[in-house]
């Protein structure tokens, strides 16, 4: 087995690639809506390897992954499997957005409302960062003399 890019192997990198050809109708929609920047300047990629698992679509940016379920996640064996691995996904640094492919089919609104607040929400400074005083190392602020 050859190790590429970021230690992904070669078999998984490729098995990626293949998925990208077979997408759902809930991922094709939702991938008509983020892909080249369209949404809200943010880019996403798909069908991306972070070994040992394989991601929906990743926002690496923010560090937020989007995954589209179908019924084959339905079953106690693969909810607890997806627990796991969005656990270690968790762990990496990521933030982990799991919705049912119906969910984007019958309301790609509101997936996509939580996709961008989770975007800004990790982009953004708290607003308790915005309302502390600059420390010592930062300068005085704006406005005062030196």
């Given at each position: 087995?050859t190790?590429?890019k970021?230690?992904?192997?070669t ?5 990626a690639k293949e998925?990208?050809?077979?997408q759902?109708?809930?991922?094709d ?20 390897p972070?070994?040992p ?5 990743l926002?690496s940016a923010?560090?937020?992954?989007v ?5 084959p996640?339905?079953t106690?064996?693969q909810?607890?499997?997806d627990?796991a ?10 933030q982990v957005l799991?919705?049912s492919?119906d969910?984007m089919?019958?309301n ?8 961008r607040?989770a975007?800004?929400s990790?982009l953004?400074?708290s607003?308790?960062?915005l309302r502390r005083?600059?420390s010592?190392a930062?300068?005085?602020g704006?406005?005062k003399p030196a």
């Amino acid at each position: 087995m050859t190790i590429r890019k970021n230690q992904v192997p070669t078999a998984l990198r490729d098995f990626a690639k293949e998925q990208r050809s077979l997408q759902t109708r809930a991922e094709d929609r939702f991938w008509q809506q983020v892909r080249a920047g369209r949404f809200h300047g943010y880019k996403f990629k798909r069908q991306v390897p972070i070994a040992p698992y394989i991601v929906d679509f990743l926002c690496s940016a923010a560090r937020v992954i989007v995954e589209l379920d179908g019924p084959p996640h339905d079953t106690p064996e693969q909810r607890a499997h997806d627990r796991a691995r969005d656990a270690f996904l968790q762990r990496q640094g990521f933030q982990v957005l799991r919705f049912s492919n119906d969910v984007m089919l019958g309301n790609g609104n509101l997936v996509l409302d939580s996709v961008r607040a989770a975007i800004e929400s990790q982009l953004c400074p708290s607003p308790d960062l915005l309302r502390r005083p600059p420390s010592p190392a930062e300068g005085r602020g704006r406005g005062k003399p030196a």
